[in-house]
């Protein structure tokens, strides 16, 4: 199925309820030291300023690893939403020769709502301000499957009820 076709929006949404406070969740998603807490696979490494997220506009960076042809990189991530224990999100780019952040066109978002059974967490990944250029350059958008969304977010789960 093409790409236009099977995502019509250019986004996927994800929602997980999850028995904690929307302040715990937060707190997780807003430390990017705990960032390869919230994600299932090893592609987010560590964090490269461990300062806490506090506004919008921030930069926070990222090592990573994609794959082993492509190895490791890092990501400098412009925070667009910061409503602490409501919403967070970010765009992942990269910082040119002058330190002067490029975002790639897409975005990652958490919003929660506290329920009384716990809070309602939805990730949303939208890829719809990627350039051609650029979807060409990663092979095609999306790059993860609706599937890891609901990994990812089944991870955060544990990392803040401290499940196994």
């Known amino acids: 199925m093409a790409e236009a076709a099977k995502y019509p929006n250019e986004h996927i949404i994800r929602t997980r309820a999850i028995d904690a406070p929307a302040s ?19 592609w987010v490494r ?18 990573m690893h994609f794959d082993a042809e492509n190895g490791d990189y890092r990501i400098d991530n412009t925070v667009t939403t ?3 224990d409501h919403a967070i999100a970010w765009d992942p780019g990269q910082a040119d020769e002058n330190g002067i952040v490029r975002p790639g066109g897409w975005r990652w978002r958490y919003d929660l709502a506290e329920t009384e059974a716990g809070t309602e967490v ?19 958008f999306p790059v993860v499957s609706p599937e890891y969304l609901d990994e990812s977010l089944a991870t955060l789960e544990r990392t803040v009820t401290g499940a196994s």
């Open 24 to 42: 715990a969740i937060f707190t997780v998603l807003s430390d990017p030291s705990r960032h390869q807490d919230t994600e299932p696979t090893d």
């Open 122 to 140: 939805t990730l949303t990944y939208d890829w719809s301000r990627t350039t051609q250029e650029v979807r060409d350059e990663f092979g095609g």
């Open 82 to 84: 910061f409503e602490p």
């Open 46 to 63: 560590d964090a490269i300023d461990a300062e806490p997220i506090t506004g919008t506009g921030q930069i926070f960076s990222m090592n």
